[in-house]
């Protein structure tokens, strides 16, 4: 179902996990659809993702399309990170099942999402953004289960 | 492990060897058409009868009430659209349930666009359907009560003879999709007071491609498929003689060892569960505690996602299946976990292991290891998880 690329980034996922003090971090998706997207970015005065994390609730495609997302705009700028389409992250995965393809646009929604946050505690405007629609906030109400 | 572990039996079976043995010699050398008069084919009209009969001695019931079927899933359909079509001038409503199978719920979409109203009954937080609620949904035009046997996903089975009874006393056709249960719980037809009954082989050990449809004599059920006067004209079609042979061959293999096979499979389960339960933190098990099929585990891990735990649970050779929305090619998880309460969060999360006799402890030791250290993993992966552990 899955090309070799994806299967790869899914078992050994780069870059994952969490930055402390980050310069900026977006939530996208919601849980009711099975995928929420965390990104982790690092970006130093120069305006250059130094590093980026990232943490994903979902299926296989969704670890994958975050894993090489993070790939794809590390040591980049701001403004090239941008650029990075979901159409560029099908690509570097070889490809994704038509009904995966979802999943890379929620990728590029949360590298938008952190570069959102980023822009908004540095207090700038970043040309050519927008707030991402499936931005999630930290304090959204969850249904608390028991067991 | 090098060896594939097989725990996803409530898909399907793998054929006993003893039924492909009995179904060859139906395809090159006993290759004659049942309905042929010479002698030549009358062995295969009698290899046709007695699977018949081995089918319907399993069921409580006479051959004559056996129709052969392409499998469950047109047995459903049969079973419902049939019952509509014969029985619209009393009524125009059905009674089912909120966690039939699709074979059943499909259906009913089917026929609801066509006019018939269909009344979808809840079930409790173990899956069990609310009774009252069915007994209060009976309308002087219900003319079908369609609840399953014991459910596909989470294993819990219904209370059949009471839903038999309340069909009875309110002179309501009684059918049941038994895909699930057949061979694996005794069935009786006249004691639980069912009128249809669907089933299928290749859930019991037998091919893929054949099931049977109970349906109880003096039924004005029509025929499905018209032609030729197979299956008492109800059924037409030549029949599938070696299917047949190899389905009649299960049902005697299932009949003769369900006593004990079912136990040895309980044993299994349970210390399946227990395991489970015990040493993966954030777990619940879903279904019905006692009352669930003897193969039957299914269990919801919070904070991650069913299909990434199905892919890294292959990659360590181990076959299991999920209610995610990503295993379902929809956006939302399984309705059955949804109609037990679930969260979808929590639905997505899960996973069913459907055992058979064949597993051993062993196997079952190596995936719960390989369970908690996937779970793990993608627990770590996770910002559900993450978001957790901060608030705690």
């Known amino acids: ?147 | 492990m090098e060896k594939k572990i097989y725990l996803d039996n409530a898909a399907t079976t793998k054929t006993k060897p003893e039924v492909v043995d009995a179904m060859l010699p139906y395809f090159s050398e006993l290759y004659g058409n049942p309905s042929s008069v010479y002698e030549f084919a009358t062995q295969n009209k009698k290899a046709l009868d007695e699977a018949r009969l081995t089918i319907a001695n399993a069921l409580g019931t006479e051959s004559a009430e056996i129709y052969f079927t392409g499998g469950g899933t047109e047995a459903d359909n049969w079973a419902l659209i049939a019952t509509a079509e014969a029985y619209q001038d009393k009524g125009k409503h059905i009674i089912t349930s909120k966690i039939e199978h699709h074979a059943v719920l499909h259906t009913c979409e089917y026929l609801q666009k066509r006019g018939f109203e269909i009344s979808y009954i809840d079930v409790d937080e173990y899956g069990i359907v609310k009774l009252d609620q069915l007994e209060k949904a009976i309308r002087p035009t219900t003319i079908l009560i369609s609840i399953m046997f014991a459910n596909n996903e989470i294993g819990t089975i219904q209370p059949i003879k009471e839903i038999g009874e309340i069909a009875k006393r309110n002179k309501i056709l009684f059918h049941t999709d038994a895909v699930q249960a057949f061979g694996q719980l005794d069935i009786d037809v006249d004691d639980l007071g069912i009128d249809m009954l669907s089933a299928s082989a290749h859930k019991l050990n037998g091919p893929k491609g054949i099931g049977c449809l109970y349906i109880r004599k003096g039924i004005k059920i029509r025929s499905f498929i018209h032609g030729g006067a197979q299956e008492r004209g109800r059924r037409a079609g030549t029949e599938n003689v070696p299917f047949a042979v190899g389905f009649g061959k299960a049902v005697e293999l299932a009949m003769t060892t369900m006593k004990e096979r079912t136990k040895k499979e309980t044993e299994l389960r349970e210390y399946l569960i227990k395991r489970v339960l015990a040493e993966v933190p954030y777990t619940r098990l879903n279904g019905h505690r006692s009352k669930r099929l003897p193969n039957n585990a299914n269990f919801s891990f919070q904070f991650i996602e069913g299909e990434s735990l199905l892919i890294m649970l292959d990659m360590n050779n181990i076959c299991a299946s999920s209610g995610s929305a990503c295993t379902s090619g929809s956006l939302d998880p399984s309705h059955v976990l949804l109609s037990i309460g679930l969260p979808h969060e929590i639905a997505h999360g899960s996973l069913r292991l459907t055992l058979s006799e064949a597993n051993t402890i062993e196997e079952l030791d190596y995936t719960v290891d390989k369970i908690k250290e996937i779970v793990d993993k993608l627990r770590k992966m996770s910002p559900l998880y993450e978001d957790f552990v901060r608030r705690r």
């Open chain 1, 1 to 147: 179902m899955y090309t070799k690329k994806v299967m790869d980034h899914f078992s050994n996922p780069r870059n994952m996990g969490e930055i402390e003090n980050p310069s900026g971090v977006g939530t996208v998706g919601n849980a009711k659809c099975g995928d929420i997207m965390r990104m982790y970015l690092d970006i130093d005065d120069k305006g250059i993702i130094n590093d980026v994390k990232f943490k994903t609730f979902g299926c296989g495609a969704a670890v994958a399309t975050s894993s090489i997302a993070t790939e794809l705009v590390k040591g980049k700028t701001v403004e090239d990170a941008l650029k990075v389409t979901n159409k560029a992250v099908v690509e570097a995965l070889d490809g994704l099942p038509p009904v995966k393809v979802h999943c890379s646009l929620l990728a590029e929604e949360a590298i938008h999402a952190a570069l959102w946050d980023y822009a908004e505690r540095k207090g700038i405007k970043i040309e050519g953004l927008e707030k991402p629609k499936s931005d999630i906030h930290e304090e959204e109400e969850k249904e608390e289960i028991v067991y």
